[in-house]
Nanobody, 119 residues
Framework: VQLVESGGGLVQAGGSLRLSCVASGTIVSRNTMSWYRQAPGKQRELVASITSSGSTHSASSVKGRFTISRDNAKDTVYLQMISLKSEDTAVYYC??????????????WGQGTQVTVSS
């Protein structure tokens, strides 16, 4: 399984970015796909997730500003970010969680993409 993120960069506060995560070796629509982020000196935190049924969840800190979505035909997951704040600065990671009927859960991670928001 390979997850490749893109779309990060430097943006001014109040701006927007869209992150993409292209998956290979797995099927996005069958997994719970998530975006996490890790700021310097802080623990990695869940930003948003989308389940195989299409249910979405967002952290309270980004609710109303970030939207997770997926394109099943492209096996790609997106994170649309608007009204960015300096505290959104972090490395953003794509995560795929494969859940098997046996109960086994396998986690896969991308290499991360840097998002820097200047104030």
């Amino acid at each position: 399984v390979q997850l490749v993120e893109s779309g990060g960069g430097l943006v001014q506060a109040g701006g927007s970015l869209r992150l993409s995560c292209v998956a290979s070796g797995t099927i996005v629509s069958r997994n719970t796909m998530s975006w996490y982020r890790q700021a310097p000196g802080k623990q990695r935190e869940l930003v948003a997730s989308i389940t195989s049924s299409g249910s979405t969840h967002s952290a309270s800190s980004v609710k109303g500003r970030f939207t997770i979505s997926r394109d099943n035909a492209k096996d790609t997951v997106y994170l649309q970010m608007i009204s960015l704040k300096s505290e959104d600065t972090a490395v953003y990671y794509c995560n795929a969680k494969e859940i098997y009927t046996t109960g086994e859960v396998l986690d896969f991670w991308g290499q991360g993409t840097q998002v820097t928001v200047s104030s």
